[in-house]
């Protein structure tokens, strides 16, 4: 039994990978877990098989990288593992698809706790149970960090994928979710804020711990009697996801900034003396989804029109170009490029 | 323009990934390339969109970590690039299906020039090309080392996927391919030794840095007039995978170490006063295939038959069991079960 080690998770006194062995901890994660309609093959075999209800499927990809984009001091095993399968799901409804299946790599160091591997899987169980999809397959390989690969697969909802080329000049840009508040969490972690520390604390930590996305709300604009034209999630940054859509769809978009006031933030960012107009407009993990609809087809109930599609190209807020940066890029140095995102 | 680094790969002195952003790199790396028929929607959006040519898909996927599966001082960009997609595309034909799509996962240091990174690319293409289908999407992400992720998708060849667990008392085990040599360009380079240091060097250390699996030779054997009952690659170690096969078919295999025998191979091991055999049965990452045909039903030209399916578990070698380790585990940190792959 090892209870401290210089590298990796140390949650637990329990046994470490490495004294359990590969196979033995791949019968562990695997354990009880029932696969879903789509997954003809599970873990086990050379590869997983999947069905393709309409003869096509949907893949998003996405790597986490522990101290980049999670803490294992800010967040449970649980929490990382809910976020990793989050975020490839929302890119999934953000093609107008539904989840089926995922497959995760996973690069743990040898003295990482068998305990903190079983709480990533059943936090990659609990959120892919709640958008869709169960874990097909999957690489334990050893790493000095945690590193988590998901590959999603989907279903499309309609005959088409929703992509983010299809708006018009004349439509309306509307949001399902609420954006900044994972940059709300970002802010007060990193500002050594606990969650008791102020109105809204706690659902700002939550919410940068493990994003909530409104899966339901996708399903049913997509499915309803008038879908989207273009679709996308917010990931980078509403300005910045935002932009490629204008920018894919060649289009302008101009943001209504009082559509998007949040009150219960705005108390949030007064505790750090913050800007909550700068964690909606830039934060991103919020996992927010963005939607066109054309003109005179108004979104489903729970989607807030938040801007309108113009001739033209490029992002403006109340007219005006937003100063100051958009969102995330991966290799930006600079702090206030990177609100949301734990480095 | 940096020249030297304190982390990251140092094979060039232009630009780094630091230098030229996130979307410049995408685009670079995206630059010519050229979508396989079964991507209907490529790079670009929030997802990939891919044709399931029978109506479902099969989907591998694989990490390898920089100083554990490859050594950036004995492999080009190009190299590691070709290995990452050959290990995936193997698992895919080992399943009886062809790949027609994959995405990466790249996790990569700030100060990586962006040439290794282009190198890399280039490598995924080449053997994307060799293997079939195209690299369809991906994530790139800042890591303190190079971290690649690839999963893979495939049509199956056939009406069903063929499975570890068809193998039945009678039959036939035969592979394509030649074990070993990329456990023997491991131990060469481990050992300092260079290209020109023997017989046989030159292709044992191209072995290593680059697979080259034998699709050919599995698809022939899939879509010919008498299919294997059961399929496999050897990733981990001869005789690990065939035990993972002899435990899913519940089946003892016998090898035959007389069909085995390289007398290149061996000519080889003199030079490191080694053991061929020892490459032969325990290393893995020559991406070997695996068949196991039934009784009465020849393997087809180009499979050599290595051993016999009986009736009980277990494998043995000319009747004996197999002292020693039998190949690969994850987190073991022994050197003599870890030969093969660097760490």
Chains 1, 2 share one sequence.
Not at 24 to 34: P, T
Not at 185 to 198: D, F, I
Not at 238 to 261: P, T, Y
Request: hydrophobic letters at 40%; aromatic letters at 6%.
């Amino acid at each position: 039994m090892t209870a401290a080690s210089e590298e990796g998770p140390t949650i637990s006194t329990g046994p470490t990978v490495r004294e359990v062995g590969e196979f033995a901890l791949i019968a562990r994660i695997n354990a009880g877990r029932e696969q879903g309609s789509a997954v003809q093959l599970g873990p086990g075999d050379d590869a997983a098989v999947l069905t393709a209800a309409r003869g096509r499927y949907v893949v998003s990809t996405d790597m986490l990288i522990e101290d980049r984009h999670f803490r294992l001091d800010w967040s449970t095993a649980e929490d990382i593992g809910r976020k990793a399968i989050a975020q490839n799901a929302a890119d999934i409804y953000a093609m107008g698809a539904e989840p089926v299946g995922y497959v995760v790599g996973l690069g743990i160091p040898e003295r990482t706790p068998v305990d903190f591997v079983t709480g990533l899987a059943d936090g990659f169980w609990a959120e892919a149970t709640r958008a869709g999809g169960s874990i097909a397959g999957g690489d334990i390989v050893r790493s000095p960090q945690v590193v988590i690969s998901v590959t999603a697969f989907g279903d499309p909802l309609g005959e088409e994928p929703v992509t983010r080329s299809g708006a018009r000049p004349g439509g309306l840009l509307a949001i399902a979710g609420r954006p900044g508040w994972s940059a709300a969490g970002y802010a007060l972690l990193a500002g050594g804020h606990v969650p008791e520390s102020g109105p809204g604390a706690a659902t700002a930590v939550a919410a940068h711990r493990a994003p909530r996305p409104a899966y339901d709300l996708v399903r049913a604009a997509v499915t309803g009697a008038h879908p989207p034209v273009a679709l996308t999630d917010i990931s980078d940054g509403l300005l910045a996801d935002i932009g490629h859509l204008a920018e894919s769809s060649g289009v302008a978009i101009d943001v209504r900034s009082a559509a998007l006031r949040d009150t219960e933030l705005a108390e949030c960012a007064g505790v750090l003396e913050s800007d909550a107009r700068q964690w909606i407009l830039t934060g991103g993990e919020d996992h927010v989804f963005a939607g066109v609809w054309p003109a005179g087809s108004p979104p489903p109930p729970g989607w807030t029109v938040i801007g309108d599609i113009e001739a033209g190209h490029g992002v403006t807020v109340d007219g005006a170009r937003y100063r100051g940066p958009q969102g995330w890029e991966a290799f930006s140095g600079t702090d206030s490029a990177n609100v949301g995102h734990s480095r």
